[in-house]
């Protein structure tokens, strides 16, 4: 019983370089969400996918891109990271219905 | 406008006391969910309780429970009888238009602390 499984949990990059963060969910959800924690901030929406095949921006999508490259995969991209993306990045997963958001483990992101 | 307020940065309160964690909200929708959720030092993020617009008896799960006032658009946590294991960050959280709608809105988060 996974639940949302992230990768990595701990990331260290140089401004400028580029990553990828993983997600996957065993739930078989249709909704996927990715989330940035800052100090203070609580959590802000990056992307979401309300299904397979579809994404919208949250309130925080500069900087970002994703991916759903099925219904349980759902990636985060950081093309060119800077210092004002170091952050705490969850990935969640939900249906259309009244349950609640259930969350990855967390990715700590720290761009110098 | 925020659509969720937490004015509460930080709470503390006795062992074995109870304690009320403030949210307010803002939707126009008439059909919304409200959640809070826990987070403890380790990190990660514990769904604690569930309350629907149309639920008309507030919401309970063991030591939490839900205060719903509908009119003032306030859903605030109460704990009762805390324990050490209490001590961590309170999320409230909203989700609008539970039929079409997708986005979950978080608050900034209280920060509660239990004292022996």
């Known amino acids: 019983n996974a639940g949302v499984t992230q990768t990595p949990k701990f990331q260290v990059l140089k401004t400028g370089q580029s990553m990828t963060l993983q997600c996957a969910q065993d739930?078989?959800?249709?909704?996927m969400y990715w989330y940035r924690q800052d100090p203070g901030m609580g959590l802000r929406l990056i992307y979401y996918?309300?299904?397979?095949?579809?994404?919208d921006k949250g309130e925080v999508p500069n900087g970002y891109n994703v991916s759903r490259l099925n219904k349980r995969e759902f990636s985060l991209r950081l093309e060119s990271a800077a210092p004002s993306q170091t952050s705490v990045y969850f990935c969640?997963?939900?249906?259309?219905?009244?349950?609640?958001?259930?969350f990855g483990n967390g990715t700590r992101l720290t761009v110098t | 406008a925020q659509k969720i307020t937490q004015t509460q940065p930080g709470m503390f309160v006795q062992e074995k006391e109870a304690v009320t964690l403030d949210c307010t909200y803002d939707?126009?929708?008439?059909?919304?969910?409200l959640f809070w959720y826990k987070q403890p030092s380790s990190g990660e993020m514990i769904f604690l309780i569930y309350?629907?617009?149309?639920?008309?008896q507030n919401a309970t799960e063991g030591r939490y429970s839900l205060n719903f006032q509908k009119a003032r658009k306030s859903a605030n946590l109460v704990i009762s009888a805390s324990q050490l294991g209490d001590s961590a960050m309170y999320f409230c959280?909203?989700?609008?238009?539970?039929?079409?709608?997708?986005?979950?809105?978080f608050g900034t988060g209280t920060s509660l602390t239990v004292i022996p």
């Open positions: 969640a997963s939900s249906e259309r219905s009244l349950i609640p958001l259930h």
């Open positions: 739930m078989n959800h249709n909704s």
């Open positions: 996918s309300a299904s397979e095949g579809t994404t």
């Open positions: 939707t126009s929708d008439q059909s919304y969910g």
């Open positions: 309350q629907g617009s149309y639920d008309e």
């Open positions: 959280a909203m989700r609008e238009g539970l039929v079409t709608g997708n986005q979950f809105y």
